[in-house]
């Protein structure tokens, strides 16, 4: 069983934070907001009240179909 000390790998999680998915995408962050901001819709985007998590799995084949963000 793990206590609370022990923290998951951001490569196992489900969601990431923005900071979190700004070094695990190797994405800038403001470009990361800019892109939940004009996507607020989007599939790959959780908010929970105010904070923004992104939903690592989904967001992983959205780079895979774009060119370029």
């Known amino acids: 069983m793990k206590t609370e000390k ?3 790998m951001t490569s196992e999680k489900y969601n990431l934070t923005i900071k979190e998915a700004v070094q695990y995408f190797n994405i800038g962050e403001k470009n990361l907001r800019k892109l939940v901001a004009n996507n607020p819709t989007a599939d ?4 929970v009240g105010n904070k923004i ?11 895979d179909e ?3 963000i």
């Open 6 to 8: 022990e923290y998951l």
């Open 44 to 47: 790959y985007i959780l908010m």
């Open 53 to 63: 998590l992104i939903k690592r799995k989904i967001f992983e084949q959205f780079i």
């Open 66 to 68: 774009t060119g370029s």
